[in-house]
């Protein structure tokens, strides 16, 4: 089979519904496109594969920013990845990434991988963990909270868009990996249409208000009626929680793990250094499992090594290889510390070498250049450059994603 069964172009907004359809399907799930979901649509930012009059494939990306490092930068988040199962492995997925990476404005674009095996091959790769939690809510033993003047309360739905918005951007300048949300993208997460409940409550949104009357964080959760041979047996999914603070983190997750008639409580999306640990006396029960999160892929390698700071100062000559991208391949000259950074082309010797990916998957600071030169993906030429642009590139807070886009 070759390639030219198939075009690819940009959507058009009258081509919405049908798009959605073809991902859904190729997904294996249901989906009833509503006005909002055609309201954010980029149809420019979104490549269709047709052959005939049939659409076979589809990508794309949606305009938010990411933070990273020191900054918060705008990303490519791509979704939307399918492809007709008639038409699989002819080629599409490849020319879809290939015309999309090479389109994209931004300096960087980031993706949830459905599957492990997929988006390495275009220079994507996994930047930030994920930890998933599965609770056993009888054994875990929650610290107790000494209550000041601080309250849980919980937030109506229509309020939580204005209420939770500045809480999410101040936990951008904190941590690296988390997306921003506009305000149709906060009434996107906060969609709570009853078929897509499996059986659970109407979300709940908790929110911590500190002594002064302030909110500092919040909680997304459900909870689902189950009844053992025991008794009640009630399990607690939490989507999001978002704390500023020691003390909302600890109210929170002490309200959410002491909640009657429950047995169990699962969360997907804690960070790799998540605290929790250290408020319960059996962190065992947390029942800790590692996942991949955030995968990034640098779309303008200049562009984004200045966008981003340092941990402590780097001045040091790398040499990129990029199969796909022309611009990316060369060597660049980057100087930077906490408050600044500058990346230009250099005709110099390098210090150091390694491809787009490892590039990719240390950008954001939670993986570690030294982890690649064990298995020679990134090769030192200057004695001592690995240790010193390993600890430049690493960031205090380590990245995660708090929602899967
Ligand atoms: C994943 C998917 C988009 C791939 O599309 P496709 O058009 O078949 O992919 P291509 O033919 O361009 O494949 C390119 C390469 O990737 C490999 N590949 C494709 N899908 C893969 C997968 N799921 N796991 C591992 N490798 C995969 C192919 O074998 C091929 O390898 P090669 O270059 O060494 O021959 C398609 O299988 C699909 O729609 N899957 C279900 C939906 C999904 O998972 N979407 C991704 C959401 S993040």
Redesign the pocket.
Known sequence: MVNSEYVLRPATADDHDRFVSLFAT??MFESTPTDLDRELFEPERALLAVDGDKLV?TAKAMSRDLSVPGAVVPAAHVTA???R?T?????????LMSRQLREVPEALAV?????P??YG?FGYAPAAWGVSYEVDLRKVGPHPVHRGADRIEELPVEDAPAQLAPMLRELQTKRPGVSGRSEQAWRKRLQDEPESRGGKTARLILVHRDQAGSLDGYALWRGKLSWGSGGPANEVTVEELVALHPTAYHALWHHLLTLDLAAKLEFGHAALDEPLQQFVSNPVALNRRLTESLWVRLTDVRRALTQRRYASPVDVVVEVSDDLIDDNNGRFHLTGDTEHATCERTESTPDLSLSVGELSATYLGGRSLAEFAATGRVSEHTPGALPVTTAAFQWPAVPASIEIF
């Not at 038409?87 to 020319?95: E, K, V």
């Open positions: 190729s997904m494939g990845v399918g492809v199962a038409h699989r492995r002819r080629g599409i997925l490849s020319s993706l949830w991988a459905s599957e095996g997929i091959r």
